[in-house]
Structures are given as structure tokens and as C-alpha cells.
DNA sequence: CACACCCCTGAGAACGTTCTCATTGCAAAC
DNA sequence: GTTTGCAATGAGAACGTTCTCAGGGGTGTG
């Protein structure tokens, strides 16, 4: 009769290369000594066999979690609906499969940070990513966690954080616009509380104060419908506006959605820049210059981190860098 | 001294219930015998310990595995970009998270089916979740995974399968822009390999047929570049249409894109519709005409199908409603 | 030849659950 | 009063891995 169609275990894999299961755990899991010969002798077996280690049994037994949080902090869960998240999301989801890790999503409402702490203390979480983090939010990590958070949004040197360089990135698209003639540029921040939204709204007064020009400055909150309503604020204040810089492709999106339904002309009366160069970006009308960044990158490096624990507490800055469309 | 910070396991519950792991467990886990009594100590004790089960250890022992594999199929991994995959693969992780269950994401060449194999081998795996079936997908599945599978896209006796019921949907829109006066209307399918596609395409001739007017079909593949490119075509090929129905919301925002940068005024000359309502459609220029669907009720309904086992094998059809905007 | 020393290995105990099996009461049926 | 049957419980073995510990066996030095 053939074999019950049992996944073969590393008992199995032991009991082929004719070695105890600790000297196969040793060579599988490639830590502690192992001879040579040893070495391929239980590899063969392994490959032989398709043998592939239990993620629960691992879990279990290293005390290690089982499933990766990825946590993205916001005052709606809107946010989740941000194709820049669902791009991390989706890079982490791929970095953890081959580990056995799976991904979980959760939003953490502004209003109530101690839901990091639930989220904290619940069994077989390997690890936090935070997305959109802030120092209230990094203060609400319960100690317990420390060492398996990794960071997307501001940098600590308690985390492992990494970054995109807001200020780098906003900086050239300002100074794209400027050598492009416009000389009345606003811009509608992102939500105040985050500090990467401060450091795009810092390089934007900087290169304005370096010109001599004055800002003009609406707060958005990163998602289209505020940036529509922004986009029209900024035209009650600043009526003789030539261009618009918005916090993300999102709110850009909105940005223009509301200049067009206007009849106002883009690039020809107003210029438009987002940030985030999503997918979508190519596809408005006129197309959407912005900056784009390695999204993937960054998941992995984030994701690596968590799982590789404690040791290391990496402070990475991924760099921003323009895409010229249509838009401006 | 205080205690060392170890999470409770149920062996502390049991001490502080007085009772053995086996009562405790049966329980807890709400299977086997308990006497009144006993499981109100015992369910005190956990919620004074604040005690959450180890899904490693569940998982190891069940054999269950640990996480679920949402599996996207296409022809390109663009298809992850897709905002309708985005949206389910979110509201999985968001059902799975309180049974200690993450989510894995994996895009399915078309080409090669038998990474499915590969998949269902796995250690770990609690199931699949297929986005985007086919037939040929699901013959693809070895049998070993049958019973903890949900396909999305196609019905099948064998799977679980929840479906949109996108006859109805594009059924509405098209008589919808029959009504408005529209009588040369074209359509952009999505790709032809897919069963969904294939539906709403019959039910586009279907409408057209009853009123007695010729189609005007192009192949799209649900990606907004496709979209732009067959819009131009339809126009090419039949110049004087007056809609145009896109097979997904992705894909008429390509639609709008070339429509407009080819000075085509939109719904003035031709009007256009979309297909899942995706939270850009209300941003577009005009907004986006398009059908709705409850996209979370679909995952929930996905995940707790496979994750309760090969008991049941629902198959379910969830509506399409229409939206109405301003492109058509 | 004896003594370390170090590379390598195997036995066996964890890890935290669930599940099978045997055993206890206790009530109803004979 | 004995038997049957069932609700309720506990003891203990799984599940598949990792890790600690206690040795073997070589080699090089004294």
C-alpha cells in the first residue's frame, strides 16, 4: 500500500540520511557543528524527500510568533484604502511567506493608541511593522515588544526604523517647479501629526524662503477627498496660485479631480505634483508627476529586521526621487 | 520577586480553575463535556489571567497551519496592483487576525499553474484563498488542499466558491446607458481567460441583442495601460460610439485617460462606465459611473469557509449594484 | 603514553496545545 | 439491588521542532 500522504517530518528526513533528529535540526536549521559528509547526507534526504519544516512546530518550540502585525496608524480606516500601504502591506505579505510567517492588518485609530498595547500582548505575534508612526505612537509600544517593532514614518533609535527622505524628495519637486517658471506655489500638507507630513512641509518652506517667495500652506490629511476641498481652499486664499504640491498621489488625485471639475487648466493655469508615484499615477489626466520610492524596499528591510529580532536596530533613510509627467 | 513576564498558558489557567489542562482545554476550545459549574471557574480564571491560546501550538496540534495563502492569477504580478485585490486581501487579513491566523499573498502565473502544487506543499498552510479563478486553476489544485480552498471568480461544486454576479451588474449598466440614449455602445472586456469576464461579456451582447444593436467588443486585461490602448481602438475601429463599458474600474480609468488627452469629452461624446467601485472612481474627471460590490463581505465569507473546514461547500453569488456618477 | 582540546553526534527534555482513553459518579431502567 | 448508560473529569500521549547536555572520537602537545 503506498504511504498515508503524510507530509514528511524531520524525523523522517533524520531517519534516511541515518542521523539523529537533533543532528538534522542542526544542519537544516544551519546552526551549531555538523560534518561534512553529515551536512550532505541530510540535505540529500531533505531534498529527496521535499522535506519542508512545520512553521507551528518552529513557532512553537523558539517561541518565536507566527503571524507579523502590520500596523498602520491613522484617524479613519481610510487609511488602509492608500494604495502606498497596500504596497507595503503586499511586499511584507511576500517577504514573510517563505519564513511561515503570515501577515495580519489592523488599524490603530488615532483615538485610541492602547489598542497597540492589546495587539502587543496577543500570543503568536512575531512582530510589529508600524506604518504611518509617530512619537505617541512609538510611546504606546509596551515595552514587551521592543526589539520586534519595525518603524515606517519617523525615526527612534529604540526601533528599527525606516524612512523615506520626505525632505529630499519634496525638495526637488519644488525646485522642478521653480525652474519650471511657477512662482506662486502651494502645497496641502499631510496630516499634521506625522512627522514625515513635517518634513515635506519643512523642504517646501525651505526652497520657497530660499527664493525669496512667500508659502501658501492648506492641511490635507493624505486622502483625495480632503484634497479636493484643499485644492479649492487654496484658490479662495491664493486665487493667482500656479501650482499645487500635494503630500501624496492621493490627495493629488483629489488635487486635480477638483481643479479640472473647476475648468481650471493643469499644467496650463496650475501645475499639480503628488508623492508616492502609485500605479495610478500614470493614468490621471494630464498624467501625475510626483517622486517614487522602493516600496518594496523598504517592506523587506522592514520585515527582515522584525524577524531577525533584537540584535540590530537599523535606521534606514530610502531615497525619494522624481517622476516627470504631465501634471507639472 | 514578581513573576518572570511569562505569557499565561493553559496549565496556569487549569491551576487557578482547579482543574486538569484537559478541562480546561475542552473549555476553552468549547468541545467535549463540562459541567456548568466548572466552565464558568475555568472561563474566570482565563479572563482574570487575560490568557490567549498559542496558535503554534494549536496549529502543531490540530495539524492545521498557521496561515492563509491568498493566491492572485493573471498573466502579471501588476494584477496585485489591482485595487479590488488590494481590498479583498485586507478585509481576509482582517478576519483572519483573531484566530491567530496571518495571510500570505502570491501571485499564480498563468504559465505556470503548477506552483499551486508548490503552494498546497507547504508546511503551514491553512488554505488558499484563489482571487481570479479559472477552471484550469482549479484543476490545478492538488487534492490534498481540496476541502480548504475558496475560489473567487468561478463557481465549482468541489471548492467553495463566492462569486460577483457580474452578468447582473453589467447587465444594469449597459441597459443603463441604453436609457440615457446611448445605442452605440462598446465594451472593454477583462481578460478572456477569466470566467467573470466571460459572464459580463454575454450579458453585454445579451442587452444589446434585445435591443437590436451590433457589439462593439475590444479584449482588455483589467490594467488601466490596456484600458487607454482599446479605448483608442474602439474609436479607431468604430468611430462614432457614443460608451464605452470597462470591464473593472482600473480599466476605465485608463479609458478616461486616453479619452480625454485625445480631446474626447466625457460623457459629452461617449460615456463610460466602470466595474467594482474602487475608492478612486468618485475621483476621477468626470467621476466614474460604476457598479458596486461588497468586497469585504466576500473575503469574510472566503475565510471563515475555508478556515471551518471542508464541512460546507456554499456557493454564493453577491450582487452588483450600480452606481451613478458623471461619466455616464 | 597521557592529557587537553575541539569537532561532532545522539538522547531526551522542553514548547503549549488537543485528543484518546480510562475512570468516576449518578440517575434511570430492569 | 444490580445493571446500563451517560455526563464529567483526569492522566498522559501525541504533534514536529529546537536546544541543552553529556559524551565519543579524533588530533596535537607535553
Known sequence: MPAPQRAPTLADVARVADVSRATASRVLANNGYAAAHTRDRVTAAAEKLGYQPDPAARALVRGTGVRLVTVVHGTSPRVLEDPYVD????????????????????????????????????????????????????????PTLRGRVASLGVGSPVVASFDID??????????????????????????????????????????LRAAGLPPRLVRGDFTAGRGRAAAREVLARWPDTDAIVGASDVTSFGVLSGLLRDGVQVPGDIAVTGFDDTPLAAMTNPSLTTSTHPVAGIATAAVTAVLNGNAILPQTLFPSRPVHRMSG
Do not use: F, K
Request: hydrophobic share 45%; net charge positive.
Open 87 to 142: 504596497q507595503v502591506v503586499g511586499a511584507a505579505a511576500r517577504v514573510c511567506a517563505p519564513h511561515g510567517v503570515g501577515v495580519a492588518l489592523h488599524w490603530l485609530p488615532t483615538r485610541d493608541l492602547a489598542q497597540l498595547r492589546q495587539l502587543g500582548e496577543q500570543r503568536g505575534v512575531s512582530g510589529l511593522i508600524l506604518v504611518n508612526t509617530t512619537p505617541a505612537v512609538l510611546a504606546a509600544v509596551p
Open 166 to 207: 520626505n525632505g529630499g524628495g519634496t525638495t526637488a519637486l519644488v525646485e522642478h517647479l521653480y525652474a519650471t517658471g511657477r512662482r506662486r506655489i502651494a502645497m496641502i500638507s499631510g496630516s499634521s501629526w506625522l512627522p514625515c507630513a513635517g518634513r515635506s512641509v519643512r523642504a517646501y518652506r525651505g526652497v
